[in-house]
Nanobody, 129 residues
Framework: EPQLVESGGGMVRPGGSLRLSCVTT????????MSWFRQAPGKEREWVAG????????DYVDSVKGRFTISRDNTKSTLYLQMNSLKPEDTALYYC??????????????????????WGQGTQVTVSS
């Protein structure tokens, strides 16, 4: 059974950094485009960043461009999200997820939740002074 396990969340002050990890099992990670989503209390789940299966192309929601970096290690079936210059508005539960093969190679500009198959339980990121 596919599993995605996020870790690395925590509480940091504005301007701080965190590195999220997502260890996956049960599906062919190296064949899957991957994304990070986040959901803040009372808000809809929001796409944050995506990376193609080769790790050669990535994209980000405008609000995190220049601050967050998505990466992957296909030898470890692990996805990462380096988050720098964190802001209070980044506070949310962060999820990793794999994209359905039908959408492999599509750009991430208009990616939607419906394109994704398996989800982790999420890791909480809280940015507060």
């Amino acid at each position: 059974e596919p599993q995605l396990v996020e870790s690395g969340g925590g509480m940091v002050r504005p301007g701080g950094s965190l590195r999220l990890s997502c260890v996956t099992t049960g599906f062919t990670f190296s064949r899957s485009d991957m994304s990070w989503f986040r959901q803040a209390p009372g808000k809809e789940r929001e796409w944050v960043a995506g990376i193609n299966r080769e790790g050669t192309n990535s994209d980000y929601v405008d609000s995190v461009k220049g601050r967050f970096t998505i990466s992957r290690d296909n030898t470890k079936s692990t996805l990462y999200l380096q988050m720098n210059s964190l802001k209070p508005e980044d506070t949310a539960l962060y999820y990793c997820t794999n994209r359905h093969p039908f959408y492999t190679g599509n750009n991430f500009a208009h990616t939607a939740i419906s394109e994704y198959v398996y989800w982790g339980q999420g890791t909480q990121v809280t940015v507060s002074s």
